[in-house]
C-alpha cells in the first residue's frame, strides 16, 4: 500500500515532466533558466524547495534525536537570518548582473567578473565536488525513507527465520492471528517466523510473553528477519531515476513546476505527519511528557548537548547560500528583481514550518526509542510506527517530494556547470549544436549521480554530518561572492587565493574528522565550529592578495560598479 | 527607518544567543520547551524584519539596471505594485 501511494506520486512527477517538455521550447535558455520568467511565488517555492532537503527533513529529525532541541537554533533560526540576508544583499544582485551579461552559470560569472579562466578551472571540480556531496545527503535520505517506509510489501511467504527459545514460555500466548506466522518449534528449540515483518511489530510481539528469554529472542528474530521493504539500493535508484526524468524532459522549468508541487505537498503532508504521530502518541502534551521521564529528557534543552561557542559559529555555516551554485542558477530564473521580495521576507517563516514539526518529531523520538537507533532511520521509523499503510505512504511520498525538490536543482545544475563552462568554452565552442551540447549536459550528470549513488550505497554517512561539511566548504567560499558583488578592489589573484586558501583548509579539518570520528561534528578548540576559521583564512587570503596586487582595470569595475548617474 | 532595520537585524543576531533558556526544560503551551518556543519567535520575528527591510531598503533601481526598458523606480507609493507580482 505504502510503495503504491509513493509509485503513484512519482508517476505524477514523471507526467509532470512530460508535460512541461511539450510546452518547452527546447532552447537553452529555456532548458537552464525557464527564460528567466519565474515570478514571486513560484521563485520562493523553488528556492525554499531547493535549501530544503533531506538536510532538513531527515536530518533535522535524526539530529534532534541525538542533540535535543538545540538543532533547532543551530541551523534552522540562524538561517531564517542569513538565507534572507543573503537573497536581499546578493540574490537579485545577482540577478540584475546575469539579466544584463547573460549568465547561465555560477562559473561563467566569476569568470567574467574576474577576467580568468584559472579561477573558472579552479572553481569547477570544487563546486561539482561539493554538489556531489549535497547530492549524497538526498540520494541517501531517499533510499533510506523509502526503506522504512514501504515494510512488508513483500510478505515473502515461505522465507523461514529462526532463533533460539530452548523451552516454549510458560505464558506465551500467540493470537490467532499471528498462528500461521509464527511458532515455537519445541523439538529444536527455536522461534520460527515465517515471511517478511516490520519493525514497528516489535512492541506487539513483546506483549506475547514476559519473559526474559521471549524478550531476547524477539529482539534476535527481528535483527534476523527480512523487513520486506524496498532495499536501500533500490529506492535511492529509484528516487534519481526520476528525478533524471522529468529534468531532462523539461528542464529548469520542471525543476520550478515540480518544487512548487512538491513544496505545497511536503509542507501539508508534513503537517499531516505531525498531526497523526502526535495523535498516535497521545497528543504532543502526552508526547512531551514521556520524554521528560525517560532518560533522554535533556534533549528538552541544550547543556551538555551543545556548546555555547557551537552554538555562535553555527551562524557562519547558512552562509553557504551565497556559493550554492544550484541556488545562484535559480536566482537567474527570476523574472524580475522584485521578484525577489517575496522570498527575503517569507523565507524564515517557511523554515520554521519545515523544521518544527521535524525537530519536535526527532524530540519526541528521544522518549520512545531505543538508544543507538540510525539517525537517518529515525524520521522513517517514527512515520512507520505511529500512522497506518496509507499516511505512512503519504506521508513518505512528502518526505520524497522534499529530497526531489532538492535533488533535481543540484542534477541540472551540474549538468549545466559542465555544458556551460567546459564544453562550450574549451571542447566545443561553435562546432556543437545546442542539443549536442545539452546531451553531453545529461551524460555528465548521469555519471555524477551513479557517483553519488554508489558512495551512498557503499558508505552511508549521517545525512546531518555530511550536509554540515558541504555547507562548511561553500561557507568558506562566500567571501567570493561578497567580494564579486560589493568590493571594487578585489581581483582575480585575491579570488584565486581566497578559493585555493579555502579548498586546502577544508580537505585538511575533513581529512581530520575522518580519522577522529568518522566525519560526525568535529569542532576545534573551545566547540568553535572548523567554518570559522576556514572562512576567517579565506576571507584574510582575499583581502590581503587583493590589496597587494595590482588593482582591476577600470573598465572592467566600470562594468560591475556603474557610476550611479550611468545606472 | 534604514538604521532601525539594521539594528533590528543586529539585536535578532543578538537574542539568538539565548544562554538564559540554555538548561532551562521549562515547558510552554504544554508540550514545547521553552528554548524551542523562544527559537520559533526568532524565525517569525526575522520574517518580520526582513519585511521590514523590503520595504524600506529594497534596490529598486536594479530591474533598470539589468534592463533599460525597464521603467524606472518610482517612490514608496507605487512600489506597492511591484511588490504584489505574481505568477
Known sequence: ???????????????????????????GGDYFLASRGIGSFMLLMTLFGTTMTAFAMIGSTGETFERGIGVYGLMASWSGIVHSAIFFLIGARIWAFGKKYDYVTQISFFRDRYQSDALALLLFPIMVGLVLIYMLTGVIGAGRILESTTAETWSLRGRMTAVALASRPADLQIPDAWKDRLRHDTEVGQLVLDGSIAPKRKPVLLKFSASPEWKKAVEELFQKAPAGALPYWAGMVLTCVVVLFYIFCGGLRAAAWANTLQNIISVGVGLIAFLVITHAMGGPAKATELLAQSPASNRMAREGLISRTEFLTYFFIPLSV???????????????????????AAFPVCILLTWLPCVLIGMWAAGVLPHGTPSNAVLGIMISRYSGEFLTGLIGAGVLAAIMSGLDAQFLCVGSLFTHDIVQRYVAHRRLGEREQVFLGRVFVVIVVLISVLIGWLNPKSVFDLGVWCFTGFAALSPLAFAAVYWKRSNWQGALACVLTAAALWLYFLRQALDTSGAEAFLLAGGVMPVTLILAASTAALVIVSLLTPPPDPALVARFFPPKNAA | MKWIVALLVVLLIVLHQDFWWWDDRRIVLSFLPIGLAWHAGISVAASVVWWLAVKTWWPAFLDQEADPACPPPQKAPSDKNSGGETT
Not at chain 1, 2 to 26: C, E, K, M, P
Not at chain 1, 333 to 341: D, E, G, I, L, V
Open chain 1, 322 to 344: 551565497a556559493m550554492f551554485p544550484h541556488l545562484f542558477q535559480h536566482w537567474l530564473t527570476a523574472r524580475r528583481a522584485s521578484s525577489f521580495k517575496l522570498t527575503v
Open chain 1, 1 to 27: 500500500m505504502s510503495l503504491a501511494i509513493i509509485t503513484l506520486y512519482l508517476i505524477l512527477l514523471i507526467l509532470l515532466g512530460v508535460f512541461s517538455g511539450r510546452i518547452l521550447r527546447l532552447t
